[in-house]
């Protein structure tokens, strides 16, 4: 399910990685993944990401969009998002980072 939505982003990542160093960076990154997660099953799930959207500015979002946001990181196709999916999508969607991403793992 592809949907055709423009949105204008401003990837931080990058910048926040320099200055937090790449430890403090995953450190944010899992806060920013158990303030989405569901607390009953340590995961992020539809229902989570549909109750938190709030906090992300994302209050207007339609049902159909945050499963394509969950699908998108759904790498063992459980329908939800773990600590390391989320990661790894965090990770997907800024293109600093790829882009400089070797220079972090040397």
Avoid at 38 to 55: A, C, M, P, Q, Y
Avoid at 88 to 106: A, C, H, N, T
Wanted: proline fraction near 2%; include cysteine.
């Amino acid at each position: 399910m592809e949907l055709d939505i423009a949105v204008d982003f401003e990837d931080y990542f990058p910048s926040m990685m320099e200055r937090l160093g790449a430890e403090g960076f995953i450190g944010e990154l899992c806060n920013g993944f158990r303030l989405l997660m569901d607390v009953e099953r340590g995961l992020i799930t539809f229902e989570s990401l549909k109750r938190n959207s709030i906090l992300l500015g994302l209050n207007d979002m339609r049902d159909d969009e945050i499963v394509c946001m969950l699908s998108e990181g759904d790498l063992d196709g459980d329908g939800a998002l773990n600590q390391v999916e989320f990661c790894i999508l965090m990770f997907r969607l800024s293109p600093g980072l790829m882009d400089g991403s070797k220079q972090w793992v040397e």
